[in-house]
């Protein structure tokens, strides 16, 4: 594992003097030791670490809100460590991108391993926002040039899809709804649904958008 600069949040001086010492035990850099929520979002945004472990239970502001207001300013590892378990605790980090929970107490043992955890998890989320990105790019510019109206059968075909499924694509290009293309192909809608189901795992992507774009870029791209 890397060296990492951690934005310790934490109110209790000797739970933070405790994890600061396994944290630097395990070779990493401790950025700074926020006691409350204001001053966390606040060091977040002055020494941008590589990783915030969060207290749930924090003066002046709830963990859960600070973590939002952390996330909304950049994207970062973060592991929220909380004593609570009822359902409102959990409810309130519910719908917050984070990337491991801890519960305490802990082990030091498990803090490196949700620390472990938080990595893979926000670099594998950063490449699915990456390629989401490139996507929605590749189907911008494919519009730009006729885009999703080049989507023939023809060059669909070329990209793994059977004449039917082509045909699906082609219409699904245009904003046609599965009820439409069946009408239009005289099928049903769950037949429309599974010629698409299986064009996403051709083309391995999972919606329509992106299934539009994958074949913009490979075929539209290539045609210009």
Same mark, same amino acid.
């Given at each position: #594992?890397?060296?990492?600069?951690?934005?310790?949040?934490?109110?209790? @001086?000797?739970?933070?003097?405790?994890?600061?010492? =396994?944290?630097?035990?395990? +070779?990493?850099? =401790?950025?700074?030791?926020?006691? @409350? +929520?204001?001053?966390?979002?606040?060091? @977040?945004?002055?020494?941008?670490?590589?990783?915030? =472990? #969060?207290?749930?239970?924090?003066? *002046?502001?709830? +963990?859960?809100?600070?973590?939002?207001?952390?996330?909304?300013?950049?994207?970062?590892?973060?592991?929220?460590?909380?004593g609570r378990t009822d359902a409102a605790a959990l409810e309130s980090i519910r719908d917050l991108n984070i990337q491991a929970f801890l519960i305490k107490p802990?082990? +030091?043992?498990?803090?490196?391993?949700?620390?472990? =955890?938080?990595?893979? *998890?926000?670099?594998?989320?950063?490449?699915?926002?990456?390629?989401?990105?490139?996507?929605?790019?590749?189907?911008?510019?494919?519009?730009?040039? $006729?885009?999703?109206?080049?989507?023939?059968?023809?060059?669909?075909?070329?990209? $793994?899809?059977?004449?039917?499924?082509?045909?699906? #694509?082609?219409?699904?290009?245009?904003?046609?709804?599965?009820?439409?293309?069946?009408?239009?192909?005289?099928?049903?809608?769950?037949?429309?649904?599974?010629?698409?189901?299986?064009?996403? $795992?051709?083309?391995?992507?999972?919606?329509?958008?992106?299934?539009?774009?994958?074949?913009?870029?490979?075929?539209?791209?290539?045609? $210009?």
């Amino acid at each position: #594992m890397p060296e990492l600069s951690i934005l310790l949040t934490e109110d209790d @001086d000797a739970v933070a003097r405790y994890l600061s010492s =396994i944290l630097i035990a395990f +070779g990493h850099k =401790i950025a700074a030791v926020a006691a @409350d +929520g204001l001053q966390a979002v606040r060091l @977040d945004r002055e020494l941008l670490p590589d990783l915030v =472990i #969060m207290d749930m239970d924090l003066p *002046q502001m709830n +963990g859960a809100v600070d973590a939002r207001k952390i996330l909304e300013s950049r994207s970062v590892p973060l592991i929220i460590s909380t004593g609570r378990t009822d359902a409102a605790a959990l409810e309130s980090i519910r719908d917050l991108n984070i990337q491991a929970f801890l519960i305490k107490p802990f082990s +030091g043992v498990q803090l490196k391993s949700a620390i472990a =955890i938080a990595l893979s *998890q926000h670099e594998m989320q950063a490449r699915a926002q990456q390629t989401i990105t490139q996507l929605n790019g590749a189907l911008e510019a494919a519009q730009g040039n $006729g885009g999703a109206g080049a989507l023939t059968q023809e060059r669909l075909q070329t990209l $793994g899809l059977t004449r039917r499924e082509a045909e699906v #694509m082609a219409w699904v290009a245009q904003g046609k709804s599965n009820s439409d293309i069946a009408t239009i192909l005289e099928s049903s809608p769950r037949t429309v649904a599974k010629h698409i189901e299986h064009v996403f $795992g051709k083309l391995n992507v999972e919606s329509r958008t992106a299934a539009v774009a994958a074949s913009c870029a490979a075929s539209c791209a290539g045609s $210009g």
